[in-house]
């Protein structure tokens, strides 16, 4: 006696049997293996996708990947660059001819001196003037004058000397040569030296002889002078020497108590009041500030070794007014204000590691409005709030260790490492992808300086014209970039400077290709199987309906069934598109509702067959509803070839859905394999240059509708069978 | 053969020799044993009948003689012609050349010396082309005659297979069946073939031109134009008719071979004994049959020793563990069984019925019923022709069925058996006329008139049922036997309680002899047999206790040793309840074997009817005596002469005004052709007819004379 339960048991046992059989022949065939094999790669993928991509692939990579620096000069200098330098100084040149000059420290030939080198297409070098021994300092500086505007003077020193040349091009600008101004020899060693180029003058010094002020300025009235800075190091000790930058007399020399390797600071450029500028030195724990008539300012030890100083560049121009007084202090993981007028100094915060570098703003307004420290992997931007505090207002990753930050204007930087020679171009410190351009130069670099006036120049025919240049020293080389990066598209990497892995590179719209790709599976596999299964169904129901009634109805069903047949689905859909918003619950509406006349068409010619097999009759004769004989004998007959429309009406589906997809009627913000391809239909040529973006959407969109004639193919066997197999 | 028994002038007069063939066909199950070790021989002149159940190879022999077996065959064994070996499983061509030089030879053996009629040939003419031009194309192939040679040769093989020769520039779809089948004949005659195979020549035909067919073969035979003949088929009448020789195969070997009066009157094999009794024939008149019990083997796994033993009556252990050679009986007579000597006739005991199953009260009635199905030549004559053309399927039938009894309706196809069958179950609706539903004896309703929600139309279809012709066909091949036979209880709504239904499908399924029982519950259509298939059939037409079964031709497509045990159950049902049967038939035999009462019909008349003895011991219209006569008779001397009947089966289109059977009746006269002939009857026994019988006979002289 059995039970409901066991019955339907049962039932469900012999119908799994059945179908087990079937399977076994599908599986035969090798077409419908390959075919199963590939729809299941393909929905594992598509389960998988949210574990593989993470995140909305349009949301972009990060734009330090796919921009890069537009090289303007990358020249290998004919002479040898003093490496332990390894510093650029430009100013302008004369102006008349518009060249522009760079100066660098070298050797060539035994000689060593500074090299003078053209920042032009035509750039050359040629050596300024000699020193005896290797540079170790030397500054390009300008001084104010008004007749001998933008002349260069070169200062540089030696181990035991200090030189001051003067730098002349000629008129048209094709040669530049160096006169002497003054030169001396220092008793002890040079530690480090610096220029300050427009201190206010206090008074003509006694032993400042005419000559030397004629020479230097025509304008007795001109109220500033350039001091000259020396650390000399002798037998009793470190001293601070200061001379009279065109005669290289010593004004005065001081004695240093320091505690490390010393770095002199000079605020006072273009100061009104002479009794304001300062040279600070620092060292070790101690730090020293002298006023350039030679009076002690201040005279601090810290608990720490001080790091770095970073004064804002316009804080040259204010006197030390409040508020243009406090320049900022590294030491350690800690950054402090030091006030330059009494050197006490403040806390205002401490990083994770060590403060590699300072980089601020301008700062004509006071307190910078942009300032930067580099600490481990991160950069933090800092600024003072409401409350007068400094706090930490924005912070990303940096894809190197930066110990150099160089500020250029309206909050943009240049980080970069000069030891591995990576450079990055801070745009904004404040948005999600805050960098523009990186560079790496696999060598150790010079500090790069900025180019203030625009020069135009070619590369590959186009004008790169107006926009201010980097030029840094690498190696031999000396290597100008423009401050805007160019996008370009990337190849498969698995090495962004940002730390993504693109296994697909990117495309015209600098997105992942590879997320986009992956991201595509569960869209488009949904829309086929949504549209493929909803028309069956329909078709089905429909079929069932024309086949089994005969008569006026099912004629009339079956001319509407053709009428709907014919009407082009691609205007229709452009026009509902319009109407209601282009989405793909819409294609799959309009496809199922257009696409199910096909499959009719192959039903009824079954369902009218079966109709007139003898068990209908018997069934008749037993009384059974019609709706009962549908579903009880003419679905479970119609089972093979129902599978097989479904799979040939998925692939179906969505090759046509793909199609809408590369006309762009769906909404971008869906990846689709067609959306990944719409952005070549204008445009054929980029198809041979992003290889990578348009291979994989053909390759998996091919695959998938194989696939399913495969299937379709297998499933040929089981509902077909034939004696010895398919020839 | 024994080969002792040949002697030197036999061997030189040798046409065909097949020598120890076997066939085995590769399938994906196994391998399937279709023919095992046959010798045959055929001399010049000789014909050769093959008997035999479906499945027992003899098509397959047919098939090999023409080497026309398909890739998967495994031949090994010769035949030759004229000893020349062509089929030769030990020569086999080996290369590219030899293969080429076999193919020359068998073609040349095709149709010119060896020719076949195919089983169903008459389905195998191609629609589009002409009969004459089909024939030519043999010419066209074989020979390099011109056009008007080919023409002349075309003509007279027409007439030779006994048609007109305007048949030549007709299709296929004019012809009627049995010119069709003279046709092939014809097609198989034309290069004068030494050997004309015959495979089931008159399967699908009606008994009449059955008939004539067998004429036509006999008169080619006597005539020298057929010279040596293979003829095979089921049915002993057919084969001794036209046969010298029988050779009796069952699952793949011969069981006895000889002479006709050999196998027919003095059989030495129980096979062939059970063979040939087990369906009934009209000189047999009711003697109860029992058909064979078991089923063939299965031809994939063949059993151990004798094939036939686990249905054989004379068996014994030895019967299953060696199988038996040719035994010598006597003079060409060779018999394969261990008993052949010592045989004993197996008669089987007639189980006893009560004889009161018959009530008199009546079931069902029909009066003046008619049903016509319009033609729709095209829109305009649809709508506007005033005489649309239909077809008149049935025209004023009356009959009436009593409870408990088995009414036999008779005729040929195209008769509108079929459409009557299906006016009284209900799925045609009748254009005119009444059908009758009893209760019982006072209280009846006019089914036609009823809607189809009316509780006494549904009381009336939960009392009929029926059991359709084919069992291929009327099972659903996706659902299990107890889903089909418990069809009619879901329709019914006669219980929604599982376990009844379980109960009740069980009972139907042991009333109709499937055993085991629970088994045969879960079995789908592909695992049964063609016979258990039917049995399912009427497992579904009593599970609800009708009381009224219409059978529409149920035993067409069996197996002739299943027939006789399928109407054994027919009957044994009807006596156990009660019920009321219609068994419509071709077959005259097993209508007379099971009916009380017969009705014959003709193009949609009824034209006699009465007590089953009565009509087939004295018929009274000539359509009834030309059928009757023309039933073969196994008995070698039989001869049926000539059969008072003209022509084919005419189109229920354009009827006659007057009698239907105008145009075919020998004895017509004038008035025939206007009016409608009335009923004469005495008591039970009527026919419809301008003439009595003495004034039949006198116009038959007449018209003899």
């Given at each position: 006696m059995k039970t409901n339960t066991k019955i339907l048991k049962d039932n469900i046992k012999f119908k799994l049997n059945n179908v087990r059989k079937q399977f076994k022949v599908f599986y035969r065939s090798w077409y419908g293996k390959a075919g199963l094999y590939i729809l299941i790669a393909f929905i594992i993928v598509a389960l998988l996708a949210p574990v593989l991509v993470h995140g909305n692939p349009f949301s972009g990579i990060p734009s330090e990947d796919y921009f890069k620096p537009v090289t303007m000069e990358d020249k290998k200098l004919n002479f040898t660059v003093e490496s332990s330098l390894n510093k650029i100084s430009a100013t302008e040149g004369e102006y008349k001819t518009g060249s522009y000059y760079m100066f660098t420290a070298g050797e060539?030939?035994?000689?060593?001196?500074?090299?003078?080198?053209?920042?032009?297409?035509?750039?050359?070098?040629?050596?300024?003037?000699?020193t005896n021994g290797t540079v170790t300092n030397f500054m390009a500086f300008a001084p104010e004058s008004t007749s001998l505007q933008y002349l260069t003077d070169i200062f540089a020193s030696s181990n035991h000397s200090l030189y001051v040349y003067n730098v002349l091009c000629s008129s048209s600008g094709?040669?530049?040569?160096?006169?002497?101004?003054?030169?001396?020899?220092?008793?002890?060693?040079?530690?480090?030296?610096?220029?300050?180029?427009?201190?206010?003058?206090?008074?003509?010094?006694?032993?400042?002889?005419?000559?030397?002020?004629?020479?230097?300025?025509?304008?007795?009235?001109?109220?500033?002078?350039?001091?000259?800075?020396?650390?000399?190091?002798?037998?009793?000790?470190?001293?601070?020497?200061?001379?009279?930058?065109?005669?290289?007399?010593?004004?005065?020399?001081?004695?240093?108590?320091?505690?490390?390797?010393?770095?002199?600071?000079?605020?006072?450029?273009?100061?009104?009041?002479?009794?304001?500028?300062?040279?600070?030195?620092?060292?070790?724990?101690?730090?020293?500030?002298?006023?350039?008539?030679?009076?002690?300012?201040?005279?601090?030890?810290?608990?720490?070794?001080?790091?770095?100083?970073?004064?804002?560049?316009?804080?040259?121009?204010?006197?030390?007014?409040?508020?243009?007084?406090?320049?900022?202090?590294?030491?350690?993981?800690?950054?402090y204000i030091l006030n330059l007028i009494n050197g006490t100094r403040t806390f205002i915060y401490t990083a994770s590691h060590t403060i590699a570098a300072i980089g601020v703003s301008r700062g004509s307004h006071g307190f910078p409005s942009d300032l930067i420290i580099s600490s481990g992997n991160y950069y933090y931007a800092l600024a003072k709030s409401k409350t007068g505090n400094v706090q930490v207002t924005g912070e990303s990753k940096l894809p190197f260790g930066v110990n150099n930050i160089e500020y250029y204007h309206s909050g943009k930087f240049l980080l970069s490492n000069t030891t591995t020679g990576q450079m990055i171009y801070l745009i904004n410190a404040f948005q999600k992808y805050p960098y523009s351009w990186n560079s790496n130069l696999k060598a150790s670099v010079g500090n790069p300086i900025m180019f203030e006036e625009p020069y135009s120049f070619k590369i590959d025919n186009v004008t790169y014209g107006s926009g201010p240049t980097i030029a840094l020293l690498s190696g031999n080389n000396i290597i100008m970039y423009s401050f805007e990066g160019n996008p370009v598209s990337l190849g498969p990497t698995f090495h962004t400077v940002s730390g993504l892995i693109l296994p697909l590179g990117t495309n015209i719209a600098h997105d992942n290709v590879f997320a986009l790709f992956i991201d595509s599976f569960p869209p488009d596999l949904e829309v086929g199987f949504a549209a493929g299964i909803m028309t069956i169904l329909i078709s089905l129901v429909v079929a069932m309906f024309i086949g089994y009634y005969s008569g006026m109805v099912s004629s009339f069903m079956e001319t509407l069934a053709l009428s709907i047949f014919l009407i082009p689905t691609l205007p229709l859909y452009i026009v509902l598109a319009s109407v209601l918003g282009p989405s793909l619950i819409n294609l799959i509406f309009i496809f199922s509702l257009l696409g199910w006349p096909f499959v009719t068409f192959s039903l009824i010619g079954i369902v009218r067959s079966v109709k007139t097999r003898t068990f209908v009759e018997s069934a008749k004769v037993s009384n059974i509803k019609t709706l009962s004989i549908m579903k009880r004998h003419f679905v479970p007959n119609m089972g093979t070839l129902l599978v097989y429309l479904t799979a040939i009406n998925i692939g179906g589906a969505v090759a046509a859905v793909s199609s809408f997809e590369i006309l762009g009627l769906v909404s971008v913000s869906i990846p689709t394999w067609g959306g990944m391809l719409s952005s070549f239909l204008g445009d054929f040529y980029s198809i041979t240059v992003y290889p990578y973006a348009t291979i994989p959407p053909i390759v998996a969109l091919t695959l998938f509708i194989l696939a399913f004639i495969f299937i379709s193919r297998g499933i040929d066997e089981v509902a077909n069978p034939t004696l010895g197999g398919r020839k | 053969m024994i080969e002792q028994e040949e002697n030197v002038y036999q061997k030189s007069n040798l046409l065909l020799d097949i020598e120890n063939l076997s066939i085995d066909f590769k399938v994906y199950g196994g391998l399937v044993k279709a023919v095992r070790?046959?010798?045959?021989?055929?001399?010049?002149?000789?014909?050769?009948?093959?008997?035999?159940?479906?499945?027992?190879?003899?098509?397959?022999?047919?098939?090999?003689?023409?080497?026309?077996?398909?890739?998967?065959?495994?031949?090994?064994?010769?035949?030759?012609?004229?000893?020349?070996?062509?089929?030769?499983?030990?020569?086999?061509?080996?290369?590219?050349?030899?293969?080429?030089?076999?193919?020359?030879?068998?073609?040349?053996?095709?149709?010119?010396?060896?020719?076949?009629?195919?089983?169903?040939?008459?389905?195998?003419?191609?629609?589009?082309?002409?009969?004459?031009?089909?024939?030519?194309?043999?010419?066209?192939?074989?020979?390099?005659?011109?056009?008007?040679?080919?023409?002349?040769?075309?003509?007279?093989?027409?007439?030779?297979?006994?048609?007109?020769?305007?048949?030549?520039?007709?299709?296929?779809?004019?012809l009627s069946g049995g010119m069709k089948q003279r046709a092939v004949i014809a097609m198989a005659l034309a290069l004068d073939p030494k050997i004309v195979i015959a495979d089931e020549p008159t399967t699908g035909l009606d008994v009449i031109t059955q008939a004539e067919i067998i004429a036509t073969l006999k008169r080619l035979k006597q005539s020298g134009r057929i010279k040596s003949f293979i003829i095979i088929s089921h049915d002993i009448g057919v084969v001794s008719q036209l046969a010298d020789k029988i050779?009796?195969?069952?699952?793949?070997?011969?069981?006895?071979?000889?002479?006709?009066?050999?196998?027919?009157?003095?059989?030495?094999?129980?096979?062939?004994?059970?063979?040939?009794?087990?369906?009934?024939?009209?000189?047999?008149?009711?003697?109860?049959?029992?058909?064979?019990?078991?089923r063939l083997p299965d031809p994939a796994n063949l059993p151990k020793g004798c094939k036939f033993a686990d249905r054989c009556y004379m068996k014994d252990s030895i019967c299953t563990t060696e199988e038996p050679e040719l035994q010598y009986i006597d003079g060409m007579h060779y018999s394969r069984c261990y008993f052949a000597k010592n045989i004993t006739q197996n008669y089987p005991k007639a189980p006893n019925f009560a004889n009161n199953y018959i009530k008199n009260t009546k079931l069902i009635e029909i009066e003046h019923l008619t049903k016509n199905f319009d033609l729709k030549k095209n829109i305009i004559s649809a709508l506007y022709s005033k005489d649309k053309p239909s077809v008149h399927a049935v025209s004023d039938v009356s009959m009436e069925i009593r409870e408990g009894e088995i009414v036999g309706l008779v005729g040929e196809s195209g008769s509108g058996k079929s459409t009557l069958a299906r006016l009284l179950i209900g799925l045609l609706k009748p254009t005119s006329g009444n059908i009758k539903y009893y209760f019982n004896e006072n209280d009846f309703v006019y089914v036609n008139k009823l809607k189809s929600n009316h509780k006494d139309y549904i009381e009336f279809r939960k009392n009929t049922q029926m059991i359709f012709q084919d069992p291929f066909d009327s099972l659903n091949p996706k659902m299990t036997v107890f889903n089909t036979v418990s069809e009619p209880m879901i329709g019914n709504h006669i219980t929604k309680d599982v376990m009844e239904m379980q109960e009740a499908v069980k009972a139907s399924i042991a009333n109709a002899d499937l055993f085991p029982v629970e088994a045969y519950m879960d079995r789908f259509p592909y695992e049964l047999s063609g016979g258990e298939k039917q049995r399912v059939g009427i497992a579904r037409a009593t599970v609800i206790n009708s009381k009224f079964i219409v059978a529409d031709e149920p035993t067409s497509m069996l197996d002739v040793s299943l027939r006789a045990s399928f109407m054994n159950r027919l009957n044994k049902i009807r006596i156990e309840r009660g019920m009321s049967i219609l068994y419509i038939s071709h077959d005259i035999a097993s209508v007379y074997y099971l009916a009380d009462r017969i009705y014959v019909m003709y193009l949609g008349s009824m034209v006699e009817g009465g007590k089953a003895d009565d009509i087939i011991k004295s018929p009274l219209h000539p359509y009834t005596k030309a059928l009757i006569k023309s039933v073969p008779n196994p008995d070698p001397s039989w001869n049926p002469g000539h059969i008072d009947i003209i022509g084919e089966i005419g189109n229920s289109i354009d009827i006659p005004k007057g009698c239907r059977f105008y145009d075919r009746c020998v004895y017509r006269q004038k008035i025939c052709k206007d009016t409608v002939p009335p009923v004469k009857s005495n008591g039970e026994h009527w026919y419809k007819c301008h003439f009595e019988q003495n004034e039949l006979e006198h116009l038959k002289n007449e018209g003899y004379s």
């Open positions: 060539s030939g035994k000689n060593y001196g500074i090299f003078a080198i053209t920042a032009n297409d035509s750039g050359s070098s040629c050596l300024l003037f000699k094709s040669s530049v040569k160096a006169l002497p101004v003054a030169h001396i020899s220092v008793n002890g060693t040079i530690v480090t030296a610096m220029v300050s180029t427009n201190s206010p003058r206090f008074g003509q010094p006694s032993f400042v002889t005419d000559e030397v002020m004629a020479a230097t300025s025509t304008v007795d009235s001109c109220p500033y002078g350039s001091y000259t800075y020396a650390v000399v190091e002798n037998n009793t000790g470190m001293y601070l020497n200061e001379y009279y930058t065109y005669n290289l007399h010593e004004l005065w020399s001081h004695k240093l108590s320091l505690t490390g390797s010393p770095h002199i600071y000079f605020i006072g450029n273009n100061f009104i009041t002479p009794n304001s500028p300062e040279v600070i030195v620092t060292g070790g724990k101690n730090i020293d500030a002298w006023n350039v008539t030679g009076a002690l300012l201040f005279n601090n030890s810290y608990s720490f070794n001080i790091g770095q100083l970073a004064i804002p560049a316009e804080y040259q121009y204010f006197d030390l007014k409040p508020g243009y007084q406090d320049a900022f202090m590294s030491s350690g993981n800690s950054l | 070790n046959v010798n045959l021989q055929i001399e010049n002149g000789q014909s050769l009948g093959i008997l035999g159940e479906s499945g027992s190879g003899k098509s397959t022999i047919a098939l090999a003689i023409l080497s026309l077996l398909p890739e998967n065959a495994v031949i090994t064994g010769s035949v030759s012609l004229y000893n020349d070996k062509y089929v030769d499983s030990e020569n086999k061509p080996k290369n590219k050349r030899g293969l080429k030089l076999l193919d020359q030879k068998l073609r040349d053996i095709r149709w010119k010396d060896i020719s076949m009629v195919f089983q169903g040939a008459m389905n195998s003419f191609n629609p589009v082309y002409t009969i004459g031009r089909q024939i030519g194309e043999v010419f066209r192939i074989h020979t390099d005659l011109d056009k008007n040679q080919i023409e002349k040769r075309v003509v007279e093989l027409l007439k030779d297979a006994g048609l007109t020769p305007a048949v030549k520039d007709s299709y296929p779809h004019e050779a009796v195969m069952y699952a793949g070997a011969i069981m006895e071979y000889g002479t006709v009066a050999d196998i027919y009157k003095n059989s030495h094999n129980p096979y062939t004994i059970e063979l040939l009794k087990s369906y009934p024939n009209l000189s047999n008149a009711r003697q109860h049959v029992e058909g064979i019990p078991g």
